[in-house]
């Protein structure tokens, strides 16, 4: 079996996906290919998809701006996908086009090989900063594990709002701005940043100062470039957990090529080798 594996989106010129599933291929011992299949928005998306589609493909991840607009393409979508209204991940299954959604598991198993008993309090409080795409993945996947207390703070509430309605009869959600949130820190045994804000090239932004974090706590920062955003950089310095995104980047790849090959590939050193090729 020889796997043809792609990416669509635009730009993906800089992607790291390529890089990644490569090296799941060759560590999985499996013969294929990834590439990356450009869809300019001058393009027509349709005849893109299509063609990509009759192209013997057996999967492909859809990046930005596309992760809606594939949905119409497909024979059916999993019910995270449903649920964040957003697929990142196609597989071919006997001729039938079927879409996933692999952030919020990549997103669990990424913070789970840093913190191995991560889940064995569910009551732990939680915080969210932001209310993009990649919120509703964490989110859901946060609520899917049954943790009880999930709050989001957002620059703009209603989109945080909308995106509680994805809570359980379970889970208690508090919606809160950026200002309340900041004040309430201490509060929180996890904070997981999700916006833009402190991304390249603005590594010196920051979206709110964390000043009187709780020891035990854990910071994330779903960003990877840097590597190492001023947020968790200086929360590190007041010697909380830290987890890092470039990890969410490769465990959602994981679960996205066991999607397409039935294999869960071991992370071995690629944690190491993608910092180094990041920094
Ligand atoms: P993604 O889909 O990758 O998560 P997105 O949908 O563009 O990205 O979401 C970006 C997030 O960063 C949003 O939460 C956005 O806040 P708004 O919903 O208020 O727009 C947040 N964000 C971007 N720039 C920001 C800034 N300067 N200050 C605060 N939040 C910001």
Redesign the pocket.
Known sequence: MYYRLALIGYPINHSLSPWIHEHFLEKANLNGDYSTFEISPDDSFSLKVKQLMNDNVQGFNVTVPYKEKIISFLDEIDESAEKIGAVNTVVNRNGRWIGYNTDGIGYMRSLESKFPNFHQDKAKRILII??????RGIYHALVQSGFLNIDIT???TE?AAEIAKLKSDATTTNIFS?DQAEQMIKNYDVIIQ????GMKPNPDNI?FKMNELKETSIVSDIIYQPLETRLLKEAGEKGVGLHYGHTMLLYQAQYAFEIWTGLKVPMGSMDRQLKHKLE
């Open positions: 932001g209310a993009g795409g990649a919120t957002n620059r703009t989109k950026l999700t916006t833009s804000v979206v």
